[in-house]
């Protein structure tokens, strides 16, 4: 089993419509939770922190559930610019920044 | 721009010949990490430098090495290459340690083992 595991989609989503998606983990231990977006064949790009009680920003918004180990982003109004792929991110360890992804997930905004 | 620069940007090598990365990381970052991106997966954690000292290492083989040097820039070496390193390997640095420091990525090696 993979530590950080994402369906890897296409989602498609028609333009100014709802998206969510999911990605669990497999180390109850896990220290912090991140969010990623990497453009075709460009470095991956911090999107959001996620916590506890969860969090906004903008259209984005991440939710932890540690009791069920996974997290979720929601996009709201999509664009055409959202189109990307969206990489959940772990840490596992307390001491240092080595991060776990998950295969990322496709995201496919159209017109 | 993060800051973060990697050298080549492309490489083609040959199978058995050896390879050096190189990575610049952001000003007053001292910690640099590396990760190995295949077509289609997620970064994989290769090993992580922190003032010139590894710091963890992910499941890759001895053949896979590194450096830092005392401007906090790092190196990632591999010797007697597969067709399988062919991926992207990335270079991320963060100030200091901790689990909520966010991790700056550069723009990526892309080498293709022929």
């Known amino acids: 089993r993979k530590e950080v595991e994402q369906d890897p989609g296409p989602f498609n989503v028609p333009e100014g419509a709802t998206v969510a998606f999911n990605c669990t983990y497999s180390?109850?231990?896990?220290?912090?939770f991140f969010w990623y977006r990497q453009d075709c064949r460009k470095e991956p790009k911090l999107l959001m922190s996620v916590y506890s009680s969860g969090n906004e920003d903008g259209r984005f918004t991440a939710q932890l559930n540690r009791a069920s180990q996974y997290i979720s982003l929601l996009i709201r109004d999509s664009k055409l610019s959202d189109s990307a792929t969206y990489l959940c991110?772990?840490?596992?360890?307390?001491?240092?920044?080595?991060?776990?992804f998950g295969g990322g997930t496709r995201v496919l905004v159209k017109p | 721009e993060t800051g973060v620069t990697q050298s080549p940007t492309h490489l083609i090598k040959t199978r058995g010949q050896q390879v050096t990365l190189r990575c610049s990381s952001q000003s007053g970052h001292n910690t640099v990490s590396w990760y190995q991106q295949a077509l289609g997966q997620g970064p994989q954690f290769i090993f992580q430098?922190?003032?010139?000292?590894?710091?963890g290492r992910g499941n890759f083989p001895p053949r896979f090495s590194g450096l830092q040097f005392p401007n906090y820039s790092s190196e990632l070496n591999v010797n007697a290459l597969e067709l399988d390193d062919s991926a992207l390997y990335l270079c991320?640095?963060?100030?200091?340690?901790?689990?909520?420091?966010?991790?700056?990525f550069g723009q990526g090696t892309r080498l293709t083992v022929v």
């Open positions: 991320a640095s963060s100030l200091a340690q901790g689990p909520n420091t966010e991790a700056f």
């Open positions: 991110v772990v840490n596992m360890s307390p001491a240092g920044n080595k991060l776990t």
């Open positions: 430098y922190y003032r010139e000292e590894e710091n």
């Open positions: 180390n109850s231990a896990s220290q912090s």
